[in-house]
């Protein structure tokens, strides 16, 4: 259940970076350079870093539930 959670805030994450990237490509067009800037700052800190955070945390919890597994066995 807590993976299923963890996956659908990532997928969340990427839908957003996905809508941002338009307006990226339209202030690029438009030499909107501090937009640009501001728009990658949100992209890490607000995207970028979450999913790598849960793919991280995804990855120990399936360690965790595999070592918890192997000891009831």
């Known amino acids: ?9 990532e997928a ?3 839908l957003t970076a996905a ?4 307006y990226m490509v339209y202030a690029w ?6 937009v640009i800037f501001w728009f990658m700052v949100v992209q890490v800190v ?8 849960m ?3 995804r990855g ?7 070592r918890r597994t192997r000891r009831r066995a």
């Open 19 to 22: 809508l941002i990237v338009p």
């Open 12 to 14: 969340a994450h990427y």
């Open 46 to 53: 607000g995207n970028a870093y979450p999913i790598f955070h």
């Open 1 to 9: 259940m807590v993976s299923a959670q963890l996956e659908a805030a």
């Open 29 to 34: 067009i438009q030499n909107w350079w501090s």
């Open 55 to 57: 793919r991280w945390v």
């Open 60 to 66: 120990r919890l399936e360690r965790v539930s595999e």
